[in-house]
């Protein structure tokens, strides 16, 4: 009943930027949190940014200073704007959502299909 939709992957000289988005879609009643994770070669996934309430942002210690996530509540998007970007970031990167659907009463976690991000020259 959910769709996480995101775009914006590819393969980047360090040094540059990327952008990455994902759009959730389906019977949404309300968003608690979205954020980006992302697992590299040989590692465990891991948090990259995240953004709860529309207001509080969380970074790992990795990125700060390099990345910036925002949301669009009225597109239930979130972005992760990645500047400065450098070999070690080169990871597939999920996006994920908690979510409460409008026959439910919890919320629960919902996953990208993951977009493969490459730092290289």
């Known amino acids: 009943q959910v769709q996480l939709v995101e775009s914006g992957g590819g393969l980047v000289q360090p040094g540059g930027p990327l952008r990455l988005s994902c759009a959730a879609s389906g019977s949404i009643f309300s968003i608690n949190a979205m954020g980006w994770y992302r697992q590299g070669p040989g590692k465990e996934r891991e948090l990259v940014a995240a953004?709860?309430?529309?207001?509080?942002?969380n970074y790992a210690d990795s990125v700060k200073g390099r990345f910036t996530i925002s949301r669009d509540n009225a597109k239930n998007t979130v972005y992760l704007q990645m500047n400065s970007l450098k070999p070690e970031d080169t990871a597939v990167y999920y996006c994920?959502?908690?979510?409460?659907?409008?026959?439910?009463?919890?919320?629960?976690?919902?996953w990208g299909q993951g977009t493969q991000v490459t730092v290289s020259s």
């Open positions: 953004i709860i309430s529309g207001i509080t942002t």
């Open positions: 994920n959502a908690r979510i409460r659907l409008y026959r439910d009463y919890d919320f629960h976690d919902y």
